[in-house]
């Protein structure tokens, strides 16, 4: 079990104000999900149809009390969608799963109940919504059709798996890339991406047939520790390492269509001119409005930058304290389509928001939510 020390965590500004859905969030990597996301300030909404008996993580640490915690099945698609209309999350990280491998020989027909049609459900849920801006479906690394080829996995290998659990492990992935491709490629839909994590370790894991917490029992009971696979090599991470990757996936997927913008007009040599917004106040009342127009800016990948009132004065000819200038759009001025001939982006669907769309002059429009009390110029 080696790191190679601290990387890339998630934004807090990415995530303040945001409304996230967690499937599965009384469990062990849901409950520490919804504590980082409460932590960065998101409004975490949790569907499970069930509370762990204690101990869990999730009432020692008391999760219900951070989160909207809703009792649903993700086997029964009309609660979820009942949830998921409800709630109209921003993002969504479905969690809920069978999770061990032993019990998916003894239970082959609820493991794949939940961890395939639990997996269709919430993504028909997100479908049929116009909330969802990003999704990260999180399967396995046990998701590989294991050929004993001795080498690491890559994402392009075969999906498959030899025993009920890792098989629907892979079943999920091909749902996700099916629903990816037939549905959530479409104008305004939701990005999807799909995570796999290996084997974690962490703090409030009292799982059945998990190594280090049937280690930490028998040493507690003075009983000798059976090791079932004494020959098997297997990555370990500690809990908060994929969940930093899960949440990191979910930025880049809510901001993926200002960079998809961008890359479309480099590609067709489409003329885009950066351009600015500034929104002034021009009392002391109206500054808190600055900072509450800032959050979701930023949240949305638009970097924003404070003005004094001395520095308002170079660009904008009204007087005000303080203001804030956004600077990251390009204005796009689509030629007319003879210019361009079959190279046209006529047919060609980006957005400047969070999922694919229709061409857009400038992704600031998703981004700010402006004061009627404040100027824009």
């Given at each position: ?163 009920p659990y890792s098989n629907s492990k892979g079943c999920s992935e091909l749902v996700a890339d099916a629903y990816r491709r ?196």
């Amino acid at each position: 079990m080696t790191g190679a020390g601290p990387g890339p965590l998630p934004d807090p500004g990415r995530w303040q104000g945001r409304r996230v859905l967690v499937t599965g969030h009384t469990g062990f990597k849901g409950a520490w999900l919804s504590l980082w996301l409460d932590a960065l300030g998101a409004t975490v909404v949790g569907l499970s149809d069930e509370v762990h008996p204690e101990p869990s993580l999730f009432a020692q640490c008391r999760v219900g009390e951070l989160v909207e915690h809703h009792v649903a099945d993700v086997r029964d698609l009309d609660a979820v969608r009942r949830v998921v209309d409800a709630a109209r999350p921003d993002v969504v990280l479905p969690l809920a799963a069978q999770a061990f491998v032993r019990r998916s020989f003894r239970e082959p027909v609820d493991t794949y109940a939940v961890n395939v049609m639990g997996t269709v459900n919430v993504l028909e849920a997100i479908r049929l919504t116009d909330s969802v801006r990003a999704a990260v479906v999180v399967t396995s690394d046990k998701c590989y059709d294991n050929r004993e080829q001795r080498r690491p996995f890559v994402e392009g290998d075969p999906m498959g798996g030899h025993d009920p659990y890792s098989n629907s492990k892979g079943c999920s992935e091909l749902v996700a890339d099916a629903y990816r491709r037939s549905f959530l490629s479409e104008d305004g839909s939701a990005n999807l991406g799909s995570a796999r994590a290996g084997n974690v370790f962490g703090g409030g894991d009292w799982g059945e047939d998990r190594l280090i917490p049937d280690i930490m029992r028998g040493a507690l009971a003075g009983e000798t520790v059976r090791i079932r696979r004494p020959d098997a090599v297997r990555p370990w991470q500690h809990v908060l390492e994929p969940l930093s990757g899960y949440l990191m996936l979910a930025e880049r997927l809510c901001t993926e269509g200002a960079r998809r913008l961008y890359g479309l007009c480099d590609e067709l040599g489409i003329p885009a001119e950066r351009c600015g917004k500034l929104i002034v106040a021009g009392s002391a009342g109206e500054l808190p409005r600055l900072d509450e127009l800032e959050r979701p800016a930023h949240a949305n990948g638009v970097t924003a930058r404070r003005l004094t009132g001395a520095q308002i004065a170079d660009v904008e000819p009204r007087r005000g304290l303080q203001a804030a200038r956004e600077q990251g759009p390009r204005l796009v001025r689509l030629p007319a389509p003879r210019e361009h001939g079959a190279r046209t982006p006529s047919a060609t669907r980006v957005s400047s928001g969070g999922a694919p769309g229709r061409m857009s002059a400038s992704h600031s429009s998703c981004a700010w939510s402006q004061s009627p009390s404040s100027r824009s110029t």
